[in-house]
Nanobody, 128 residues
Framework: QVRLVESGGGSVQAGGSLRLSCATS????????TGWFRQGPGGGREGVAS????????NYGTPVKGRFTISQDNAKNTLYLDMTDLEREDSAMYYC?????????????????????WGQGTRVTVSS
């Protein structure tokens, strides 16, 4: 059974930093793609960052490029999202997502329809 559990959300002032974690279980092997998505009030679920363990190639949404970094610790089965220079517009519920991708998948898309496993989310609130 696949399980994704996010943690690390909280309240921070604009310009601050946070690290989100996503502990995964039930997923092993190569061709595992994982990603972070977010959903603000009244908005759709937006792709933030993604990575596939087969290649390590990362993908970022335009609003977060240069400020957020996705990484993974395969030994700990944990995905991270380091967020710096946070803005009020970054306030949202952040979700971790995963999928066993087809062989030969090297770049994880930021399309929520690609993923079939989701966590419950962790909330990030940025105040000015």
């Amino acid at each position: 059974q696949v399980r994704l559990v996010e943690s690390g959300g909280g309240s921070v002032q604009a310009g601050g930093s946070l690290r989100l974690s996503c502990a995964t279980s039930g997923l092993s092997g190569s061709n595992i793609c994982t990603g972070w998505f977010r959903q603000g009030p009244g908005g759709g679920r937006e792709g933030v960052a993604s990575v596939c363990n087969s290649d390590g190639r990362t993908n970022y949404g335009t609003p977060v490029k240069g400020r957020f970094t996705i990484s993974q610790d395969n030994a700990k089965n944990t995905l991270y999202l380091d967020m710096t220079d946070l803005e009020r517009e970054d306030s949202a519920m952040y979700y971790c997502a995963a999928r066993r991708a087809p062989a030969g998948t090297y770049e994880a898309p930021l399309n929520k329809g690609f993923y079939n496993y989701w966590g419950q989310g962790t909330r990030v609130t940025v105040s000015s």
